[in-house]
């Protein structure tokens, strides 16, 4: 369990990185993908309540300290879509294309929704989305085409990144 979640985080904060930096290239409009999301979205999905939860919390505290966001913003955001989605651990097969659309696409919007409901809590210095704007339609279509090769890419890793008693 520690080496799933030490590897999940890792590659979580990787994607975190990278999408400040590198996605740029790649983005439409404006809007890079949240690649981090789709990993967590799958870690939390195949292991369950704790590797999801645990690696969601630390990759979204560490990507507070990378964005100008209030600490404790995205580790909140990040936990809250780990718990949710490990709540469905079993609940479902991941089909090849299908459900990672739509777990990458459903993700996206309850990562606004979450960012929502922190801004009506604590106010003005959080970066909410509106839900007219085509930024965050945007993002949810970008997260759903891509999560099947995202899935796909995280399956052939699955020896590091599922805790060893989930596997079999």
Known sequence: ???TIAFSTLLLVGCTFAQSTWFGGIA???IAPDISI??????SYRNGLVEGSVSGFISGFAEDFLSSSPLGFHA????AIAIVTAILHGSFYIDKVLL???LGFVGTIAKALIA???FLLFGENIHVYSIFSIGL???AAYNGVLAPFVFLLLGLLSSILETEHRRR
């Open 76 to 79: 909140f955001i990040k936990t």
């Open 137 to 139: 339609w945007i993002e």
């Open 100 to 102: 990672p659309v739509i």
């Open 1 to 3: 369990m520690i080496r």
């Open 116 to 118: 929502w409901a922190l």
């Open 38 to 43: 789709l990993v967590l979205i799958w870690v």
């Open 28 to 30: 439409i409009l404006g």
